[in-house]
């Protein structure tokens, strides 16, 4: 009776822990609050950053034409963004951004698959991927201008060595990473060779894979920006090569501007790397919906 009773009591309590749970996934927020929930930490920081900006200004660390105030570079991001130089050299930086990208990821994909699939390989060329991703990104512009001259081709040549090592290590981690239990699953139900690989490790990886992608954008964009910087003749219009201008011109209020450009370019990326990973997360059920 006594065992009964205390049975009774557990089930009372999970069913009111249950009925919590459920009565908080069940709570509707409207559109706006969401956006608003996702915006004003940003906004916080943004303000944060801003008034040290201008507290260090106003400490005179710096002479004014060395470091501007918040205002001096916002009036002069807002008038290089009514005159066609910015944006053309947006676009050329986004032009050789996707092209180097684009393919460092085909590299990386299929680098790190092979790596993940033959010992061999592995036993190989494993850590020399690595050795490569650790290897700064602007060692490799002497030998790209050797090979190729100053020229687009050099810059490409830095961004895939920058960023395809990084995938293809994403890769790598993702597949190691897999339970052996659910590829064991996989080939009872059928699954061999690259069918496995496409709808049973591939699937399970595909967290590790969207890191590795996301890091490998982050070392494009930093070997980019560094080619820009050094193959400045080769473009008049980069964003590179505006920040070459504008420090060569001590135009601090320009510098500073297109750094913005910059930062806001990366922070756009992120944010949509971050939408892809919200998306894998809330596909594989671990995503906290009452946190979203």
Same mark, same amino acid.
């Given at each position: 009776? !006594?065992?009964?009773?205390? %049975?009774?009591?557990?089930? %009372?309590?999970?069913?009111?822990?249950?009925?919590?749970?459920? !009565?908080?996934?069940?709570?509707?927020?409207?559109? /706006? #609050?969401?956006?608003? /929930?996702?915006?004003?930490? =940003?906004?916080?920081?943004? %303000?944060?950053?801003?008034?040290?900006? +201008?507290?260090?200004?106003?400490?005179?660390?710096?002479?004014?034409?060395?470091?501007?105030?918040?205002?001096?570079?916002?009036?002069?991001?807002?008038? +290089?963004? @009514?005159?066609?130089?910015?944006?053309?050299?947006? #676009?050329?930086?986004?032009?050789?951004?996707?092209?180097?990208?684009?393919?460092?990821?085909?590299?990386?994909?299929?680098?790190?698959?092979?790596?993940?699939?033959?010992?061999?390989?592995?036993? %190989?060329?494993?850590?020399?991927?690595? /050795?490569?991703?650790?290897?700064?990104?602007?060692?490799?512009?002497?030998?790209?201008?050797?090979?190729?001259? $100053?020229?687009?081709?050099?810059?490409?040549?830095?961004?895939?060595? @920058?960023?395809?090592?990084?995938?293809?290590?994403?890769?790598?981690?993702?597949?190691?990473?897999?339970?052996?239990?659910?590829?064991? #699953?996989?080939?009872?139900?059928?699954?061999?060779?690259?069918?496995?690989?496409?709808?049973?490790?591939?699937? #399970?990886?595909?967290?590790?894979?969207?890191?590795? $992608?996301?890091?490998?954008?982050?070392?494009?964009?930093?070997? $980019?920006?560094?080619?820009?910087?050094?193959?400045?003749?080769?473009? +008049?219009?980069? $964003?590179?090569?505006?920040?070459?201008?504008?420090?060569?011109?001590?135009?601090?209020?320009?510098?500073?501007?297109?750094?913005?450009?910059?930062?806001?370019?990366?922070?756009?990326?992120?944010?949509?790397?971050?939408?892809?990973? =919200?998306?894998?997360?809330?596909?594989?059920?671990?995503?906290? +919906?009452?946190?979203?």
């Amino acid at each position: 009776m !006594a065992s009964d009773t205390l %049975a009774g009591r557990a089930d %009372a309590e999970i069913s009111g822990l249950d009925a919590l749970e459920i !009565a908080g996934q069940q709570k509707t927020t409207s559109r /706006a #609050a969401t956006i608003w /929930a996702a915006t004003w930490p =940003k906004l916080a920081a943004l %303000a944060i950053a801003v008034a040290a900006w +201008q507290a260090v200004v106003w400490a005179e660390v710096w002479p004014p034409y060395s470091l501007p105030g918040p205002g001096t570079v916002g009036r002069e991001l807002l008038r +290089q963004a @009514g005159a066609p130089q910015l944006w053309d050299g947006l #676009a050329t930086t986004l032009r050789r951004a996707a092209l180097g990208y684009v393919f460092s990821v085909g590299v990386g994909l299929l680098l790190g698959l092979a790596v993940a699939r033959f010992r061999v390989l592995r036993a %190989a060329i494993g850590s020399m991927i690595t /050795a490569l991703q650790t290897m700064p990104s602007i060692a490799w512009f002497p030998l790209a201008i050797l090979l190729f001259e $100053l020229s687009e081709k050099a810059i490409f040549f830095v961004v895939v060595l @920058g960023a395809a090592p990084s995938i293809a290590n994403g890769v790598i981690s993702g597949v190691d990473y897999v339970p052996p239990l659910l590829q064991r #699953a996989g080939r009872n139900l059928g699954a061999r060779g690259m069918n496995l690989y496409r709808y049973v490790i591939a699937p #399970a990886a595909l967290p590790a894979i969207v890191a590795g $992608l996301k890091q490998g954008w982050a070392f494009s964009w930093r070997s $980019l920006m560094a080619g820009e910087l050094i193959v400045v003749g080769i473009s +008049q219009t980069s $964003l590179g090569a505006q920040l070459t201008y504008a420090r060569e011109l001590a135009d601090a209020p320009w510098l500073l501007a297109t750094m913005i450009v910059v930062l806001i370019v990366g922070l756009g990326v992120d944010t949509a790397f971050g939408a892809a990973d =919200k998306a894998i997360r809330r596909r594989w059920g671990v995503l906290d +919906q009452a946190g979203q």
